[in-house]
């Protein structure tokens, strides 16, 4: 009893980890939600969070009433980690333009990441609504609800956000990782394989298959996964990590400092 409960700690740590750190388990970026403000190449938050925060600061600075401008310099915050600045910036932002949806799904966005999950839930339900709902932000609350311990209350918005964007490997790798909170091992594999199989899945769903595979005692498979595809050096830094995360699966979790398990070579 004593084992099967460290391990569920261990699960329920991990998975928490794995959400958090791929902006809930591989949900998109804040301008995949709004659909409208992707970044130009050369401040892509994706490729150069630091300097994506130095041109939207100073643009959302110039014109703090540019909504571009706050989605974007949020965005870039979040990438960059700092998350608690990101959501004092977007609640300045919307005290400005009550009821913008697009910045609502950025204040919500940032409060979840933030860890202030039912706020964030709260802000979220104003940013659609169900005669229109926009799938990203389902999924997004999909995790918050996971995060608060209501997994079969998630699973419904995951279940409706992939009617609308069936096979979604985002919404899959957080439905994934929701039966990994619930220690629904073999259902969480089954679904995080279908989101590996998309051409779309990027790296981090690769990174939480291999951590649910490598959990359930196969750990040569779960190698295989995660350093697939890769240069030897990152491949190799992901393995290893592999290695450390799994060696606690039977001890207390919460070491402080520790690596995000979603992405595993690389900060987010």
């Not at 990101?86 to 940032?110: I, T």
């Not at 220690?183 to 998309?198: F, G, M, T």
Request: with cysteine; glycine share 8%; hydrophobic share 40%.
């Amino acid at each position: 009893m004593r084992r099967q409960s460290s391990l569920a700690r261990f699960l329920a740590s991990a998975a928490v980890t794995a959400i958090l750190a791929t902006g809930l388990g591989g949900c998109q970026t804040m301008s995949d939600i709004t659909g409208s403000i992707t970044p130009k190449a050369e401040a892509n938050p994706d490729t150069d969070p630091h300097r994506a925060v130095e041109i939207y600061g100073e643009r959302y600075r110039a014109n703090p009433k540019d909504i571009e401008a706050a989605l974007g310099y949020g965005q870039a915050l979040r990438a960059a980690g700092q998350r608690a600045q990101a959501v004092a910036m977007l609640e300045q932002a919307n005290l400005a333009h009550p009821g913008n949806k697009p910045l609502l799904a950025g204040y919500g966005r940032a409060l979840v990441d933030n860890g202030n999950f039912q706020q964030g839930l709260d802000v979220l339900a104003r940013a659609h609504t169900p005669e229109d709902p926009d799938w990203r932000i389902l999924s997004v609350q999909g995790t918050a609800l996971d995060q608060l311990g209501r997994h079969d209350e998630a699973r419904r918005y995951y279940a409706s956000a992939l009617k609308i964007a069936p096979g979604d490997p985002s919404v899959l790798s957080n439905l994934g990782l929701s039966y990994v909170l619930s220690n629904d091992l073999p259902k969480a594999e089954e679904v995080l394989r279908q989101a590996y199989a998309s051409g779309k899945a990027d790296g981090r769903v690769r990174q939480n298959l291999g951590l649910v595979v490598g959990l359930q005692g196969r750990f040569a498979e779960a190698e295989s996964i995660v350093k697939a595809d890769l240069p030897a050096a990152e491949a190799a830094a992901n393995v290893a990590y592999l290695k450390q995360m799994l060696s606690r699966k039977d001890n207390p979790p919460g070491a402080p400092g520790r690596l995000p398990v979603a992405s595993l070579s690389r900060p987010d």
